[in-house]
């Protein structure tokens, strides 16, 4: 399974670093007079920044079909990154094929505005890299007061007048607009991306599906439990261990979409959904007010846990270790899959952090189920030393919790195996974005451990 997961990661990639580009790139080649020769360099680099921030925009769509293939976590790694090219090669474009006019100005204006929100989005909202960085963690918290999270989702949204002002750029441009093959190729990749956008932006004004907030009560402290009944003519694509954006489109500060894990498994005669929020952000500390009756806009399934599980024999034990709220996407692959052999290593920093242990001690009940909890983080010697001799050949790891943790068993693990036998395969799978700090992540090793006990 990992391996065709990395295949279509990697053909990813390959498809929107070349195979996107290159009618661009081709058309403009045949066409573009000799006069400009000396230039061509940083024409074809224009091009291909234009190409990929228009792809940027159709991955901030969230397109469904491509989570399920590479996951949305990945998505959005790829939206940044390749965004940040794209404003390099622009910066590359100006130097290499100065103008002047208005030719000049929206190119400028377009660069200027893509590295403001280039900027305010590596403070604000990539959580990734803020978290690794103390100082800039801290800097958003005390900003975050001043610019929320609907301001920053707004900011971002700028990025389209930026990639605006470029399509109006290369009108403006004579010896290109008359390469006619290179403008039809032009007119349909921002026909697309402009097309997927809107009909994105109506499905959330819309609401892929609506609910209804059934119950809402303190699960712990600062942990609400929201569960959310949605409306019978609307379907929800959800599987166990996904997670779902959702919105409240007539409260103020919470209309925009923010991801969740769901608890239950998606099976539940009762039809409802559940979700575990702790109040880190100002769009999450809002939710303890919310009352019952109140409407919700819902859109999902995403994530890749079902699919991963699927693929991988029934008899594979799976090993979870959990921090904290970092269980919550884990809860409905325990109660959604009884057949499963499961380990569960769930800590947290004090008792009152530890939720759901009643139901968690009720499955312990099961005997392929087995139940491990304690205030303060497993070691590896917790883990490993005194498990793993028992475990069948084929082990699955799930690791889900906050950023410090999810860091140590990546290294734990890489040290443990990854030098040691050939054929450890890994992946690191970000579920659902908690805060600056703490991440919640799902880190998994596929591992053969034959002869685990000769090393």
């Known amino acids: 399974m990992l391996k065709r997961y990395n295949f279509s990661l990697g053909l ?19 066409g573009l007079p000799a006069i400009y020769s000396s230039q061509s360099q940083a024409i074809y680099l224009g091009a291909i920044a234009y190409a990929w921030m228009l792809t940027s925009i159709y991955l901030a769509t969230k397109p469904h079909w491509l989570d399920r293939l590479i996951g949305l976590p990945d998505m959005y790694m790829i939206h940044g990154i390749i ?32 590295t403001g929100i280039m900027v305010y989005s590596m403070i604000f909202m990539a959580g990734w890299f803020t978290s690794r960085i103390p100082f800039l963690a801290k800097l958003k918290r005390m900003l975050e007061t001043v610019f ?39 007119y349909a990749y921002s026909s697309i991306v402009f097309i997927s956008y809107v009909m994105s932006k109506v499905r959330s004004q819309l609401g892929d599906t609506r ?4 119950t809402n009560e303190v699960l712990a402290p600062n942990v609400q439990e929201l569960t959310i009944t949605p409306q019978k003519h609307y379907q929800l694509n959800l599987r166990m261990g996904d997670f779902a954006f959702i919105s409240f489109p007539d409260l103020k500060g919470l209309k925009e979409y923010h ?3 769901i608890v239950n498994p998606p099976s539940d005669d009762s039809q409802h959904i559940k979700l575990d929020i702790r109040g880190d952000g100002d769009f999450t ?57 499961i380990s569960l290593f769930y800590s947290a920093h004090y008792d009152h952090d530890l939720i759901y242990l009643n139901q968690l001690k009720d499955w312990h009940q099961r005997d392929n189920f087995n139940l491990h909890y304690q205030v303060g983080r497993y070691s590896e010697a917790d883990v490993l030393n005194h498990q793993l001799h028992d475990l ?28 040691k036998w050939a054929n450890v395969r890994r992946r690191i799978y970000l579920v659902i974005k908690k805060s600056p700090v703490n991440m919640t992540e799902l880190f998994y090793v596929d591992i053969d451990i034959n002869g685990y006990k000769s090393l």
């Open 285 to 341: 500390k809002l939710l303890s007010e919310i009352k019952p009756g109140v409407a919700v806009k819902l859109s999902g399934g995403y994530g890749r846990y079902h699919s991963f599980l699927e693929d991988n024999d029934q008899d594979h034990h799976i090993v979870m270790i959990a921090g904290g709220i970092g269980v919550t996407p884990l809860l409905s692959i325990v109660e959604g899959s009884p057949e499963r052999h």
């Open 12 to 30: 990813t990639w390959l498809v929107i670093f070349f195979v996107i580009p290159l009618p661009l790139l081709q058309t403009l080649s045949a």
């Open 83 to 114: 965004s940040i090219l794209a404003i390099g090669l622009a910066y590359l474009h100006k130097f290499g094929n100065p103008s002047d006019g208005w030719i000049r100005t929206t190119g400028d204006w377009a660069i200027y505005l893509f």
């Open 148 to 186: 929320k999270h609907e301001l920053s989702v707004w900011l971002h949204r700028l990025n389209l007048i930026a990639t605006l002002l470029v399509f109006i750029h290369v009108q403006l441009i004579s010896y290109v607009t008359a390469i006619h093959p290179f403008m039809f190729v032009f």
């Open 211 to 214: 609910g209804t907030v059934m």
């Open 259 to 261: 991801p969740f894990s």
């Open 392 to 419: 069948p050949n084929n082990t699955i790891f799930l690791i889900s919790g906050p950023a410090p943790m999810i860091r140590y068993w990546k290294r734990t693990l890489k040290k443990k195996w990854y030098s």
